[in-house]
């Protein structure tokens, strides 16, 4: 009778576990029926099925991340822009979830993707380069978070937030595009060095103009200050000649027989009655 007891607790402990299952508070739980649901609505503890008859599928309720592949999209300029965006959403409704998608997460971020990337092709496809790349991206990721939430509500889904990382040009757009801008840098830096050559030339032509003006000036004083020194030299040659003539001129005479005798050679034609010999001729008398 007592191993009867204890196998028939035995069995009774092997159903309640296999009835019993356990929703972590980070998931969502539906419980299916052959197939079809029954319930969904689980707080998160310990619930019970019935075996073979029940199954029960769980589903990760924290908010995921689906990170798109970068898309070229057109913009009002027909021009392609490489965008790279991300997705944050997470299960809101698990049953309608489940009836759209099969419980497939996959499936789930492929139909995300697809709504996703149809909501930035309309929103790019309504402004410029510029108004994408820097302008209005914040009213955009705005918009899309919007429109993304009201498009994936009949997957059961709550989209919480839609952001653009990257905004680039294709590949060849990209090249030509740099190619421009080393054109431009060039041609800048060409006008710089012009700019820096004609400002040196004037600078050096300025400094020519200056270095002239301050020879001159010297010159000018040179011989103002020579004239003065002449002049004063003659005033003083003049005031002793006033006191004493004849000796000046003697003095003179004496000065220029130097010169000339200096000079070496043994012909000299003068007319012997110049005043050249006149102490010359005193002296032999």
């Known amino acids: 009778m007592g191993k009867l007891i204890v196998g028939i607790v035995l069995v009774a402990l092997v159903a309640l576990v296999s009835m019993a299952f356990v929703v972590d508070e980070r998931e969502v739980a539906i419980k299916l029926r052959l197939g079809e649901i029954v319930e969904t609505e689980y707080d998160p503890g310990v619930h019970f099925r019935i075996p073979l008859i029940n199954s029960v599928i769980k589903f990760d309720r924290r908010i995921q991340t689906l990170d798109s592949r970068p898309q070229e999209f057109l913009t009002i300029e027909k021009k392609f822009v490489v965008v790279d965006s991300f997705v944050k959403w997470r299960i809101l409704q698990v049953e309608k979830f489940y009836r759209t998608t099969r419980g497939d ?14 909501a930035l092709r309309d929103e790019f496809a309504k402004r410029t380069i510029q108004e994408v790349i820097s302008g209005e991206r914040a009213e955009i990721m705005e918009l899309l978070a919007k429109s993304a939430s009201e498009d994936a509500s009949d997957l059961g889904v709550e989209i919480i937030d839609v952001r653009v990382k990257k905004v680039d040009f294709p590949p060849q757009l990209s090249e030509a ?104 001729n005193q002296q032999s008398q």
Do not use: H
């Open 177 to 280: 595009i740099y190619r421009r801008m080393r054109t431009e840098r060039e041609r800048a830096a060409k006008e710089l060095r012009a700019q820096g050559a004609e400002a040196a030339e004037r600078i050096r032509a300025e400094a020519e103009r200056e270095r002239t003006e301050l020879l001159a000036e010297a010159y000018r004083d040179a011989e103002k200050i020579r004239g003065e020194g002449d002049a004063k030299s003659a005033e003083i040659y003049a005031t002793a000649f006033e006191q004493d003539a004849e000796f000046y001129a003697f003095w003179r005479s004496l000065s220029s027989y130097r010169t000339i005798f200096e000079q070496g050679g043994d012909v000299m034609l003068l007319n012997p009655e110049s005043e050249f010999f006149r102490y010359l």
């Open 105 to 118: 997460m996959r499936r789930a971020a492929e139909l995300l993707g697809e709504r996703i990337n149809t």
